[in-house]
């Protein structure tokens, strides 16, 4: 009886994606708070970027059967 664990271990794309989408959205937020447009606009580039290599990596889990 295993522990488990290997079923739960996200491919590196899903964890690198959900952090960019972190990033992202805080980088929007301030720049809504602070009136930044750019900073803005780079919070929401940075969390669609975020979402692509979120999704990348949950057709990898899919392929790998996780």
Same mark, same amino acid.
Do not use: C, P, Y
């Given at each position: 009886?295993?522990?488990?664990?290997?079923?739960?271990?996200?491919?590196?794309?899903?964890?690198?994606?959900?952090?960019?989408? &972190? !990033? /992202?959205? *805080?980088?929007? $937020?301030? #720049?809504?708070l602070t009136g930044d447009a750019k900073l803005q606009a780079e919070g929401k580039?940075?969390? &669609? !970027? /975020?979402? *692509?290599?979120? $999704?990348? #990596?949950?057709?990898?889990?899919?392929?790998?059967?996780?």
């Amino acid at each position: 009886m295993g522990t488990g664990r290997e079923e739960k271990i996200m491919d590196k794309d899903r964890l690198k994606g959900s952090a960019k989408q &972190a !990033a /992202g959205s *805080v980088k929007e $937020a301030a #720049g809504k708070l602070t009136g930044d447009a750019k900073l803005q606009a780079e919070g929401k580039s940075e969390k &669609a !970027a /975020g979402k *692509v290599q979120n $999704a990348v #990596g949950g057709v990898k889990d899919a392929v790998r059967g996780r």
